[in-house]
């Protein structure tokens, strides 16, 4: 049985409050996605609050490490410059949401390949995810794209991954082709990543036990 919404918890005032309830949250053996989602909507951007964290690339969008959830879960910034975009990718069995910091994201939902990876992948969705807007998704829901849909404005998204992953895979639109790829931090925590150490990989699993439920 689903506990109840603590709806005290539920609010966020600043982007301090939001990641100190986060680890209140996340301290529990049950987190509620609902909650989450809750919470992640009822902060309203503040650019004065996040812009440290803000690093922007000239060629691609950038994560940017904001805090590292006692190992439970990563929360970041991604920056997406005018026309940027993900490749259609998974989350690794973990539970993503999106909030929308500044500008207008534009999300491609896709069903699964078949197991050979033949054929053009099915677009099952899509739709704009406009400033203060939070998007979740898990791998059950389906495959995603991100985008930037504007040429002559950027993006910023906040988002919160439980468990932490490292690699993902990555997906054709064409053939449905997959294949893995690293995950790497444009900066960590404000601070650019040094490039050794943004080339560097750690095998290491979340300690813990918890589990997300709906």
Not at 19 to 35: N, P, Y
Not at 65 to 76: P, Q, S, W
Request: charged share 25%.
């Amino acid at each position: 049985m689903d506990l109840p919404v603590q709806t005290e918890l539920c609010k966020a005032q600043t982007l301090d409050e939001l990641i100190e309830v986060l680890h209140r949250l996340f301290a529990e053996d049950k987190v509620s996605v609902a909650e989450i989602q809750t919470l992640m909507e009822s902060y309203e951007s503040n650019p004065e609050e996040w812009t440290k964290f803000a690093q922007f690339d000239q060629f691609r969008y950038t994560r940017n490490l904001v805090d590292k959830g006692n190992e439970k879960f990563n929360l970041m910034i991604l920056c997406w410059g005018e026309g940027h975009g993900s490749s259609i990718h998974d989350h690794t069995d973990s539970h993503c949401f999106m909030k929308i910091l500044q500008g207008n994201l534009k999300e491609t939902l896709f069903e699964w390949p078949g197991k050979k990876g033949a054929g053009a992948m099915v677009k099952k969705s899509e739709r704009v995810l406009r400033e203060n807007q939070c998007a979740y998704i898990n791998d059950s829901i389906g495959l995603h794209r991100v985008e930037n849909p504007s040429h002559t404005e950027t993006a910023v998204s906040l988002h919160l991954y439980s468990p932490p992953f490292e690699s993902c895979h990555t997906f054709d639109q064409r053939t449905g082709h997959k294949q893995k790829v690293q995950m790497t931090f444009y900066s960590q925590f404000g601070e650019r990543t040094p490039y050794l150490q943004f080339r560097k990989r750690t095998t290491e699993k979340p300690k813990g036990y918890w589990f997300l439920y709906f």
